[in-house]
């Protein structure tokens, strides 16, 4: 099945810091999704993003579909960005009814 | 208003018991899926379902039986539950295949 990387399994930014995340994936995709899970264990969807760019606020997502990895990027981070931070893909060539996750990137932003 | 309701949120119970977990969402979506997040916060597919039907069953031991009376709700009954079913089991839906998830709050199931 489809593999998926992210990097760095961990982060520790200070309040105010810019962080970019990566995901890797070893084939085609037709579905690539970040998420957030709170210290709460909550997992909120941050971008559907299969191919090209997308901004919400101090959040944005590039994927290069072609060259098969995502990026998201956080702005300015806020103590409320900490969680582990998801991504997780649909293979072209597998069904449309599964998504495969990624082991997930720790954040940890301080005050 | 909950977009994903999972009840209950916390569930600790003895080995070899049947525990069920409810799951419902007011979205419309057309598809339902189980998550198993281990205690490592690994996410794998347990099941997915489209208009009440099984789509994915991803060797998943036949203890887990999910159920689907319509496509609003989804259930998941675990029969002779055992010491390594303890995990977070998180119910989502989407709209259309493909698209967007939204993930329920999770249960937290406990084997003790």
């Known amino acids: 099945g489809i593999q998926v990387e992210q990097s760095p399994p961990d982060l520790i930014l200070q309040e105010g810091a810019n962080s970019t995340l990566r995901c890797n994936f070893s084939d085609s995709v037709n579905n690539l999704q970040w998420f957030h899970q709170n210290p709460w264990g909550q997992l909120i969807n941050l971008f559907y993003i299969p191919s090209g760019t997308k901004q919400n606020g101090r959040l944005s997502a590039t994927t290069v579909a072609t060259e098969r990895y995502s990026l998201l990027y956080i702005s300015s981070s806020q103590t409320t960005d900490s969680g582990v931070y998801f991504c997780?893909?649909?293979?072209?060539?597998?069904?449309?009814?599964?998504?495969?996750f990624g082991k997930g990137t720790l954040l940890t932003v301080n005050p | 208003d909950t977009a994903v309701s999972q009840t209950p949120k916390y569930l600790v119970t003895q080995m070899g018991n049947d525990k069920s977990i409810k799951c419902e969402q007011n979205l419309g979506h057309d598809t339902m899926y189980w998550y198993k997040q281990d205690s490592k916060k690994f996410l794998k597919i347990m099941f997915s379902?489209?208009?009440?039907?099984?789509?994915i069953n991803e060797t998943v031991p036949n203890r887990f039986s999910p159920k689907s009376p319509d496509k609003a709700h989804l259930n998941l009954h675990i029969n002779s539950l055992e010491l390594g079913d303890s995990a977070v089991y998180f119910c989502?839906?989407?709209?259309?295949?493909?698209?967007?998830?939204?993930f329920g709050s999770g249960t937290r199931l406990t084997v003790v």
């Open positions: 997780a893909v649909g293979s072209s060539g597998g069904s449309n009814y599964k998504l495969t």
């Open positions: 989502a839906s989407s709209q259309v295949q493909g698209d967007g998830y939204t």
């Open positions: 379902y489209n208009n009440k039907e099984l789509i």
